[in-house]
Structures are given as structure tokens and as C-alpha cells.
């Protein structure tokens, strides 16, 4: 088992920047792949973006790529997401979570664990 916590999420305006963090404990955190989901009302949960275990390989979806930064540090079984340029689309729920089975991906299915998510709300 691991248990996930994220924290980090706020009130901010269009334009500006928030880190999310995410802690794990109870599992090896080294050796997981992680990720943020995000989840807007009434919308199913959308793949953010994605670390590999040694944090040599990141994946992005279109819509935060070269806004958002995922990066760990493995020291501090700690991931984090950078965000910068926020827009109001960017409004949700953001969940952190770790993958047992080596390999990035964007299904959330494939994910083990999961934290219970930190709302970022962005105004216009």
C-alpha cells in the first residue's frame, strides 16, 4: 500500500503560477512512476502529466505542454507539478498518482495508488 497526500492548490488568476506537491509514503518510492490527473465537474479524469521512476523521461498532455513541469525528488518521496500561465480551463481537481509496473502512460486504469486530490481554481 501507499498512501499519497498532494497539497499546493489555491484561488489564483488567469496568468498566474502554482506548484503542486505530492507526498508518498509506505511504498518504494523510487522505484513508481507518477502522475497528476486533473478532474473538472461533471468531466471524467484527464492525464496531465507523467515521471518516470529515475525522473529521466517526462510525458505532457497537449494542453499544459510548455506551461506545466512535472519533476520528483526521490530523496523526499516527493513529486511536484509546476504551473505556470494558468488559464480558467485549468480549473479542477488535481490528483497525484503512482504506477507499480514500469512505463508512462496516459490511462488512469494503469495507475495503483492515487492521493485525494487538491482544487486549483483559476478566475478570469
Known amino acids: 500500500q501507499a498512501l499519497l497526500v498532494e497539497s499546493g492548490g489555491g484561488l489564483v488568476q488567469a496568468g498566474d503560477s502554482l506548484r503542486l506537491s505530492c507526498t508518498v509514503s509506505?511504498?518504494?518510492?523510487?522505484?513508481?512512476?507518477m502522475a497528476w490527473f486533473r478532474q473538472a465537474p461533471g468531466k471524467e479524469r484527464d492525464f496531465v502529466a507523467a515521471?518516470?521512476?529515475?525522473?529521466?523521461?517526462?510525458l505532457y498532455a497537449d494542453s499544459v505542454k510548455g506551461r506545466f513541469t512535472i519533476t520528483r525528488d526521490n530523496a523526499k518521496n516527493a513529486v511536484y507539478l509546476e504551473m505556470n500561465s494558468l488559464k480558467p480551463e485549468d480549473t479542477a481537481v488535481y490528483y497525484c498518482?503512482?504506477?507499480?509496473?514500469?512505463?508512462?502512460?496516459?490511462?488512469?486504469?494503469?495507475?495503483?495508488?492515487w492521493g485525494q486530490g487538491t482544487q486549483v481554481t483559476v478566475s478570469s
Open positions: 498518482a503512482a504506477k507499480a509496473v514500469l512505463g508512462l502512460t496516459t490511462n488512469p486504469r494503469w495507475y495503483d495508488y
Open positions: 509506505g511504498r518504494t518510492f523510487s522505484s513508481v512512476a
Open positions: 515521471i518516470t521512476s529515475g525522473g529521466g523521461s517526462t
